[in-house]
């Protein structure tokens, strides 16, 4: 009985959260929701960074991050760098590069950025 009722109710949040960063990220000027994106075309997108990891690729770091809108996520990486001043959990940034992978797994190496602030404050 509880299990369920921890369940719907963490979903509800995971719902509204979701919800709250579409509805941002489509005030943006200039950018398109991740939804919207394909693969091998460039475009701009703003979001909210819900991972980070560092990793090696081929002996070089590199810097991973998560970034979702509500409409879906894209992984961005940026080779060569083992911090980002300002990237942290929770915060939102737009992203412009070229966009590959398959949808639902789209990836953007080294793009470019810029940190951002909720446009309702």
Not at 19 to 38: D, F, K
Not at 66 to 87: E, H, K, Q
Request: aromatic share 6%; with cysteine; net charge positive.
């Amino acid at each position: 009985m509880f299990k369920k009722l921890f369940k719907r109710l963490g979903r509800d949040e995971a719902d509204r959260r979701a919800e709250a960063i579409r509805e941002w990220a489509e005030q943006v000027p200039g950018t398109t929701l991740v939804a919207g994106v394909s693969s091998r075309s460039v475009a701009r997108i703003a979001g909210v960074v819900e991972g980070i990891r560092m990793r090696s690729r081929e002996g070089m770091p590199a810097i991973e991050a998560v970034i979702t809108d509500g409409s879906g996520s894209v992984t961005a990486v940026w080779l060569g760098r083992r911090t980002i001043p300002g990237l942290a959990l929770g915060c939102r940034l737009i992203l412009e590069g070229r966009f590959g992978g398959e949808p639902g797994r789209l990836q953007v190496m080294n793009p470019t950025f810029e940190f951002t602030q909720d446009l309702r404050r």
